[in-house]
């Protein structure tokens, strides 16, 4: 008897699975369909991020603050309270739960420095926002979500240029002059700086020029004002004025009597620990020097209030009238610096996308379906020869029994 060969070859193997051909192919359409399914809902749309790069400026975005001096922090884009606002502005993006995108970390932004000269090392900040493909309805609800997200700082910027009265805003609930002029003259203060700024970062105009000679011409006017006033003793309510410096006289005549007593006291003990009293050689001690200043000044203003209460007398007409003329002027100074305001950060505050959204991690459904199918093909050949070189059960027979010779 020959001796049976060892292994078996390739074609045989194939025989055998095509022998048992229909199990292969039910076998691969089942894997291939599940590993596809499973692979695309339970990976890519796990992993897959909608993703936009851009770049942000606005005067000021180099600092790492706004130019209010508020500060710029980039991961704040994408805080609850950020996105929600961005939802409420767009209805189409209602059916975000943005709290729970942020706790999942299903959105993101990210930075980076690109090198656009490399002798200067000089860069340009470059951000990108992540939004897991799970959470959109579509890719235009992400660049819609993704394009608020990164306007967000440009408009609060281009905000800053209304409501530039911050001083003036309360004035007309102002009721002491000194109080007024004040505040008038922070106004003035603060529109000059902000045009003098703008002017400074780009060519001046006649237009900012014109301005800014007005606003000095304003500091003249409410200089030559107070000093009317401090000579004249102007007052808006004299008799409620009169009691007041009148308390505040008494407090710094008490405090004056006490410092006289501490300086009496320091004297003594030097003059005992010292030289004698009327001895040329007295220098006077560090403390003492202090406090004869300080009883200096308190004797000035006790003076100056003294005269207050005796001349303080009602504003004229003629100077409330000066005031409120120089209010209109600042109001309407105020408008045509918003206006420059507004052009400067409109010119200088924008995005500047890099391309279109793109669609990174995962694998697209044809990946999925390439990789179903060869799994599918490779474990249904596996099944078929398996199935093939099983050997059946052997069904047990009863021994032959021997013919009987029937006896005649």
Known sequence: MEEEKEGISFGEILKRIWSKKWIALIVAAVITVAGTLGLYFGYTKNTQEYVRQFTITFPGSGSGTYPDGTPYVYSALVTPEKLEEIKAENSTLSYLDVSKMYEKSDIYIDRQIIKIDEQSNEGDMVFAIHVKTKRMKSVDDARALIDAIAQAPVNYVKNLANDQDIYIANYGKTVYLEDKLDLLESQRSYLHGQISNINAQTMATSERTRIINELDEVSRTLAAMRGDMNNNHYAHNVDELKITYANMVKNMQRERDIKLQALKYSYGNFSQGGAGVGSDNIQPTETMVR???????????????????????????????????????????????????????????????????????????IICLLIGLLAGIIIGCIAAYVVAVKKPKEVPQSEPQPDVVAEN
């Open 291 to 365: 406090l004869s200043e300080e009883i200096s000044n308190l004797e000035a203003d006790i003076k100056l209030y003294e005269e207050y209460i005796a001349s303080a007398q009602p504003a004229p007409q003629t100077f409330t009238d000066a005031l409120q003329s120089v209010y209109d002027k600042l109001v309407a100074l105020t408008a045509e610096c918003e206006k420059e305001i507004a052009a400067y950060y409109d010119l200088t505050s924008l995005v500047a996308y890099n391309g279109e959204v793109v669609t990174s991690g995962g694998m697209s459904v």
